[in-house]
């Protein structure tokens, strides 16, 4: 049964994409909130289609740590649902990303219209520079900037390799960093297309102040956000 559903789920998913790409392209020449709209009704489209063929009921907690309007967020990264699930709980989500996705057919032409921020990663020391530069644009318009700072997905329960880059935002930024931790791979895992039916939390927690130092803040970040990402997955 397992094993249908998630056929059922990825036809869902799939066929989704270019759907909504091609039939809403129109959205492309319009203002930015026209783009964002097209992207957030295909993410409810997809978590429709998660709990319904492939039993995965999706969560948020935490909401009184929710960041609203311009903020940094880091949170942990499990697998894709991370970056379809937040269309749905933030106001003006934009992610920063790898560079090499921006190319791709649909999904590319949505990132550079809702200006998610492309991080060339072999550029070292000036890629850093632009990703600092680039946040801090897409701050003035009021967007919550979205970090994965292990820079990749990780299995659940498996510790991740913190990057830095994260702390050059936050000190440039002078500002809190709201975290969010979740349990996703457990459900829909990183490799594969087995969905396993359950419930998947993204949980929102109290945020790191301004002003910490790099040392502290880097390890208060992974600690805060790891521990939180295990709890989830005992409950």
């Not at 392209?25 to 097209?38: E, F, Q």
């Not at 390799?161 to 936050?170: R, T």
């Amino acid at each position: 049964m397992i094993i249908l559903r998630s056929i059922l789920f990825n036809l869902w998913l799939w066929l989704s994409m270019p759907l909504f790409a091609v039939g809403l392209s129109p959205a492309l020449l319009l203002p930015h909130r026209y783009a964002m709209a097209v992207i957030r009704l295909w993410a409810h489209t997809v978590l429709f289609g998660l709990r319904w063929l492939a039993g995965v009921k999706v969560v948020v907690t935490g909401l009184e740590h929710r960041p609203a309007g311009a903020a940094l967020l880091a949170g942990k990264h499990q697998g894709m649902l991370d970056i379809v699930a937040p269309f749905t709980f933030l106001d003006d989500p934009c992610f920063v990303l790898k560079k090499e996705l921006t190319p791709l057919p649909f999904f590319g032409w949505f990132a550079w219209k809702t200006k998610m921020i492309a991080v060339d990663r072999a550029a070292h020391s000036k890629a850093l520079k632009d990703m600092v530069r680039q946040t801090r644009v897409r701050l003035t318009e009021g967007r919550q900037i979205l970090i994965f700072p292990e820079g990749t997905r990780t299995l659940p329960g498996q510790p991740g390799d913190y990057k830095p880059g994260v702390a050059a935002i936050y000190r440039d930024l002078d500002a809190p960093c709201h975290l969010m931790a979740t349990d996703s791979g457990r459900c829909w895992p990183a490799k594969g297309f087995i969905y396993r039916p359950g419930v998947v939390t993204f949980a929102f927690l109290p945020p790191l102040p301004a002003g910490l130092k790099r040392a502290e803040f880097m390890a208060r970040l992974e600690s805060d956000i790891e521990a939180a990402s295990r709890a989830l997955l005992r409950d």
